[in-house]
């Protein structure tokens, strides 16, 4: 059989998209190469949330045909269905599959010789398309030769309805701590995002599915599973029954012997008291809350169509610090929106600098094409968006080194990972404080340390596992 390599960018929704057609090209008997320059397929998994994300694809999909001149490249994900006729362009691409689309990859794989197809059986035949194609491949998609030698697949994403789901193990970070997406797409529509637009309405994995997936996970060893999505406080209101992330996290703690849970991005106006109060009731939630800023100026977030102001956000972080004083609070902050003023931005500034956050995730501003942002004005300057981006980076660290340093002297309790150094192993705490352990310790083993002042640890004790 054929053997294939994997590259995924961007989040860890992506990186969950690759786990559900890694498995499935596994179940189809293909064969997990050893690297690109070994592989007969090479899927390329692609993000399109900046225009560096779009330029580093292009960039791999070059490096990759250089150095393996027979690899099938597919290209899937939000830049193949964003602009598939751009990356169908490039040589030593063969398909672009948009996430319309994904669940047909395994079938394109298998199929050697697949010139072209379209939906419906008239014009396959005007196309000369084999008899054969599977029918998953056709679907509501058309597959052409049009603008480029690379056969396209795209569809219209928002008839999208089914949630791809297969927990992230592969790489060096999560293989101890398995990301499960259990909700896909977005309904908001804030200025600078094109994810709506590539990923579809929400939809959400249905909670016996989920409970499901979890058991699977605890029985194979998993200690820490992350639950992920785009959007993920909106988990279960497009469920008939309606459900919600609250009562999904209690299914899990009271169905599961999972040791902790940890949630990725969620938005700051789904983190209410009585969330907070829940995660805080039942220690095997992980204390860490990843909440998007994007800006501390209340001008900035109302040309941005965020659903909240400043004040709105500070609260949700008072509440966090009230009820747990030690948890890690995180952000994404965006660097040069249009019509960012000087004076707006130190307000995100010293908006950061006033509360307890625990690290910062910067982005520069890029345009993307259909969004509302795209089309505004009072664009800030390059140089001044990227020295913008530099001081929000600093200021990310500092706060990051304050947050080790009050830890300093403290006992965690804290998973191993797989990075290891001469005379260190990784790991991993609950409220998100990475640090080193003295000696070689196997990943996935829970340790009761006590943090030494440099990030080191002291005093490491195994725990019963």
């Known amino acids: 059989m054929a053997t294939f390599s994997i590259e995924n960018f961007g989040c860890r929704a992506t990186h969950a998209d690759a786990a559900a057609i890694e498995r499935q090209l596994l179940d189809r008997g293909l064969l997990r190469a050893s690297g690109h320059r070994d592989a007969e397929i090479v899927v390329l998994n692609t993000c399109t ?13 070059r490096h990759i045909h250089s150095a393996n001149r027979g690899a099938r490249i597919l290209v899937t994900g939000c830049y193949a269905q964003r602009a598939p006729e751009e990356l169908a362009s490039l040589d030593g691409v063969e398909w672009v599959v948009g996430n319309s689309h994904q669940s047909a990859i395994p079938d394109l794989a298998v199929i050697p010789d697949l010139a072209f197809c379209s939906a419906s059986a ?3 035949a005007v196309l000369g398309a084999p008899d054969f194609v599977p029918a998953s491949i056709l679907g509501d998609g058309n597959l052409s030769l049009k603008r480029g030698p690379a056969k396209i697949l795209t569809g219209d994403i928002f008839e999208q309805t089914e949630v791809m789901v297969a927990p992230v193990e592969g790489n060096e970070f999560e293989r101890t701590r398995p990301t499960l997406k ?7 529509r804030c200025g600078y995002c094109v994810i709506p637009f590539v990923r579809g309405r929400s939809r959400s994995l249905a909670p016996d599915r989920v409970i499901g997936e979890i058991e699977r996970l605890v029985s194979g060893g998993a200690r820490e ?6 959007n993920l406080g909106s988990y279960g209101r497009d469920l008939a029954p309606r459900a919600s992330l609250e009562e999904l996290l209690r299914r899990v703690m009271a169905e599961t012997s999972l040791d902790k849970l ?4 969620i938005e700051p106006m789904d983190v209410t008291r009585d969330f907070v109060e829940m995660i805080a009731s039942q220690s095997r939630f992980a204390r860490h809350f990843h909440m998007p800023l994007q800006s501390a100026s209340d001008h900035v977030l109302k040309a941005m169509h965020r659903w909240y102001r400043a004040a709105h956000y500070e609260r949700r972080v008072e509440i966090i610090r009230e009820l747990l004083p030690g948890a890690a609070i995180g952000a994404d902050v965006i660097a040069g929106f249009p019509g960012e003023t000087d004076e707006d931005f130190r307000a995100t500034v010293k908006f950061i600098e006033r509360l307890p956050f625990t690290y910062l995730h910067v982005f520069s501003f890029s345009a993307r094409p259909g969004t509302a942002a795209a089309n505004l004005e009072n664009e800030v300057a390059p140089p001044v968006i990227r020295e913008r981006a530099r001081a929000l980076r600093a200021l990310g660290e500092r706060k990051a080194a304050e947050f080790r340093a009050a830890h300093a002297g403290r006992a965690v309790r804290a998973l191993t990972l797989r990075r290891k150094g001469e005379g260190w192993t990784e790991a991993l705490s609950g409220n998100y404080l990475k640090v080193r352990v003295a000696g070689d310790w196997p990943a996935n083993t829970w340790l009761d340390v ?5 990030g080191a640890l002291a005093d490491a004790r195994a725990i019963g596992n």
């Open 225 to 230: 599973i992350v639950l992920s999505g785009i």
């Open 262 to 265: 940890r949630l990725s991005s």
């Open 182 to 188: 259990i909700q896909d797409g977005c309904n908001n």
């Open 122 to 124: 008239a014009s396959r």
């Open 450 to 454: 006590r943090v030494g002042p440099d």
């Open 49 to 61: 949330v900046t225009a560096a994300a779009d330029a580093q694809a292009r960039d791999a999909i």
